[in-house]
């Protein structure tokens, strides 16, 4: 069993074009999505026009309804100071969220799933692989 927390970019990707969710996740793993990812999801349900909202609101609904969301509680919060004091002092800029998925990660011990591997590169204690 492999522990994963499944990033914004993968859930998108899947949602798009279906399916890739069975060819990357195996039955056994335990699967996971971090609080800030529904927020995301959202946003693009809410700013979705005409069929395209139906379909991203059901979809969000979906993920929602059968994925465990994990909150940003204290935990987090530690892992989330550590990360960003390590990517400041990388001089390496990190989007706001894509740090908060990977304190999530790193505060709940699991690999992330994503399409943006280089997001999550040189975080201490933070794994991402590419389902690409």
Same mark, same amino acid.
Not at 16 to 28: A, R
């Given at each position: ?10 859930l998108i ?20 999505v ?11 349900? *809410? ?22 969301? *994990?909150?940003y509680?204290l935990?987090?919060a ?13 001089g ?6 894509? *740090? ?9 011990d ?12 040189? *975080? ?9």
């Open positions: 069993m492999t522990r994963l927390i499944l990033d914004t970019t993968f990707d899947v949602e798009c074009s279906g399916g890739v969710l069975d060819e990357v996740i195996g039955d056994d793993d335990d699967i996971a971090a609080a800030v990812t529904i927020a995301e999801l959202r946003v693009g349900a *809410l700013l979705a026009v005409g069929r395209r909202a139906r379909v991203r609101r059901s979809y969000v609904d979906d993920v929602i309804a059968t994925i465990p969301t *994990l909150a509680d935990e987090v530690e892992a989330h100071a550590a990360l960003l004091a390590e990517a400041r002092a990388q390496t800029p990190r989007g706001a969220h894509d *740090l908060i998925i990977a304190a999530t990660a790193k505060a709940s699991r690999m992330i799933v994503t399409a943006d591997e280089r997001a999550f590169h040189n *975080l201490s204690g933070v794994t991402a692989r590419s389902y690409r």
